[in-house]
């Protein structure tokens, strides 16, 4: 992903920020040169018993602009799921590499906000992009395990706070069907495209737009350009 200087991420916790929020990620190999890539949308987690990734050291700047290799969240460990009827899931290798891509908060933006002439819109847009390699989890113990970590932290997060104890026996059940696997993060790049580029006036002008919004993900990215030095 290109990702031009002044669109870096601020800090970086704000990618495991966006990763935590936004945990439906794309999963993305490739099938070989006669048949595209495989493509899955499957939720995905910080591995709960793995370093907090957030503590991982910036690294250098790619000559892109995009992170180094040596960057916040390399090291770090996620979990994942599909479903193994998938045949995506029969294609993946361990030892394979992965492209996850996440979404967070985006909106159009229309030049009326700019109150200038000429102009041109534009869609204020996160996402955040980590490569990395795979290992799937062959056992039936392994495949719950992330199950019941994933329910606990999607549970905490943007459930109820369900109690899952009374249908462990129907996991049991289900879990022959679901392929889980782990993923070591080798690179990630932050897309946060949020007026930046745009003079002070114009920027708080965007910002209060969203803010005013009944769209949620206008509002959220208000929040984030709200966050910004």
């Known amino acids: 992903m290109f990702v031009p200087s002044f669109y870096r991420a601020p800090e ?16 993305v190999t490739s099938a070989g040169p006669d048949s595209g890539p495989f493509a899955t949308h499957l939720p995905v987690i910080f591995d709960p018993e793995a ?19 040596g960057g916040p969240l390399v090291g770090a460990t996620l979990l994942g799921h599909m479903n193994r009827a998938n045949p995506h899931w029969a294609a993946l290798e361990s030892g394979g590499t992965v492209l996850l891509t996440f979404t967070g908060p985006h909106s ?32 039936m113990e392994q495949t719950l395990s992330v199950v019941q970590a994933t329910v606990r932290a ?12 009374g249908s462990l026996e ?4 289900i879990a022959p069907a679901v392929g889980a696997f782990r993923f ?3 690179g990630a790049e932050g897309m946060f495209k949020l007026s930046q ?14 803010e005013h919004s009944a769209c949620t993900y206008r509002r959220e990215t208000a929040a984030l350009m709200n966050r910004l030095p």
């Open 51 to 69: 370093p907090e990734p957030s503590a991982a050291p910036d690294g250098p700047d790619g000559p892109d602009g995009s992170e180094g290799s």
């Open 184 to 186: 070591t993060v080798t």
């Open 108 to 139: 159009y933006v229309s030049p009326t906000v700019y109150e200038v002439t000429p102009a041109a819109p534009t869609w204020n847009f996160t996402a955040v992009h980590v490569r990395g390699v795979v290992a799937k989890l062959e056992t």
């Open 12 to 27: 970086s916790s704000w990618m495991a920020e966006l990763i935590r929020g936004n945990p439906l990620a794309l999963a």
């Open 197 to 210: 580029e745009q003079p002070g006036e114009v920027r708080a002008r965007v910002q209060d737009s969203f």
């Open 170 to 173: 129907y996991f049991r059940k």
């Open 154 to 165: 999607f549970e905490d997060r943007f459930g109820t706070g369900w109690d899952m104890t």
